[in-house]
Each structure stands twice: as C-alpha cells, then as structure tokens.
C-alpha cells in the first residue's frame, strides 16, 4: 500500500488517520505541494488532477481523500468509521463535507497561491481569508454538534469516525493560523479526544518522515 501525500496536506492527513484507525500499514511518497511536484509527469501519471493524496491498494489508484475513507471503510470494516443506520451515516457524511466541500477547497493552497500571484494579497490578507471561511464553517459545525444528542465524546456517539477523520486535520490548521478556537467549546472538546489517541497523534503533520518548519 503507498501512501502520496505531503505532510501538510489536510487531505492527505484525513486519509492517514482513517489508515491508523483501521490498523493498516502503508509507505508514503512525499509530493512536495510548494515545490510544485505535484505537476511533473511521473506525479501526474498517478493523478491527472495534480492533488494529493492518491492511495496505491489492491491493484487501484485511489483519489479524493473522503472517497478514499469509505473504500477503507468498506474492504477493512473493522473499526467502522461510518454509522449503521442511514439518517446517522448522512448526519456524519454532512459532518464531515461541511470541512472537505466548503472549508477546505477554498483555503487550498492553490487557491492562496492564486490569491497572492494574480491579486498580489500579502500575508495578512491570506490570514484574514483562511480564518474567515474556518470560521464560517466551524460556527455551523458548532451549532450542529452541539444541538444534536447523537453527538458524543466524538462527532457521533463515543467512537472515533468519518467526522472526526474531517474535523481534526482543519482543527490543525486553524491553530496553525492562530484561530482563537473559544468561540467553538464543542469542536474544541472533540478535538482534545481525537489527539489523545495514537491513530490521530501519529497522522499528525508534525509526525510526518517529510515534516519540514
């Protein structure tokens, strides 16, 4: 099994979690996001998109981090990442797309690069960007966590799944860019439970063999 990502990659780090959760072991290629790796050929023959993660196993080439977490979910069902019952599968799944489908594309590092080359923004301006949309996302997945009994010691019940997986890596981020996390106890709570646990702890991007300051 082989593992492309790059140790900052929130996508990439979503799909080292599942991995650790699931107990399986896996070797990874480093794609180097800021030295623009992701656009050589040999990188491109793997994932015409250019992004990370891709996931090598069982004879496929494996993209998008949330599709790449069921087919785990679904060869290796132990522990489950995703509820039994549908209406709790689809509350999980919004969970977590809440961070993958509207946080995190727009705060892609594609996107910030695209913001500094063509807009000319600086530092500040990116930092002001990056923490508005965490922050538009983090009060709505507030409010849902915190309102919804299903809710647990984890996103959903006292086991650690799909959500969690989403939510801890965007968590990562926002510390990284110095998100006061106050306004979000709940997310916070969570948080704290995640990284007790050596899964999360050893995906962690300061944990990564590509871990550069």
């Known amino acids: 099994m082989k593992l492309y990502g790059y140790f900052r990659s929130s996508a990439a780090f979503r799909v080292r979690i599942a991995l650790n959760l699931k107990g399986l072991s896996y ?33 496929h080439t494996l993209i998008q981090s949330l599709a790449i977490i069921e087919y785990l979910d ?26 993958a489908c509207d946080i995190h594309p727009i705060n892609n590092l594609r996107v910030l690069r695209y913001l500094t080359h063509t807009y000319g923004r600086n530092e500040g301006d990116i930092g002001a960007w990056y923490n508005h949309w965490i922050d538009a ?7 849902l966590l915190a309102a919804d009994k299903r809710t647990g010691l984890f996103c959903h019940g006292d086991r650690p799944g799909f959500a969690d997986i989403a939510l801890v890596p ?12 106050s306004p979000y106890p709940t997310i916070a709570r969570i948080f704290a439970a995640c990284m007790k646990l050596r899964p999360f702890q050893d995906a962690h991007p300061d944990n990564q063999p590509d871990r550069e300051s």
């Open 27 to 59: 070797d990874q290629v480093s794609i180097h996001l800021r030295r623009n790796d992701q656009a050589k050929p040999e990188y491109r023959g793997v994932n015409p998109q250019g992004l990370v993660p891709a996931l090598e196993i069982d004879g």
């Open 74 to 99: 679904e060869t290796h069902p132990e522990p489950p990442l995703l509820p039994s019952a549908s209406a709790d599968r689809a509350r999980v799944r919004a969970l977590a797309e809440i961070v």
């Open 137 to 143: 996302g983090f009060q709505a997945l507030e409010a």
């Open 170 to 181: 965007q968590v990562v981020n926002a510390e990284r860019y110095k998100l006061g996390m």
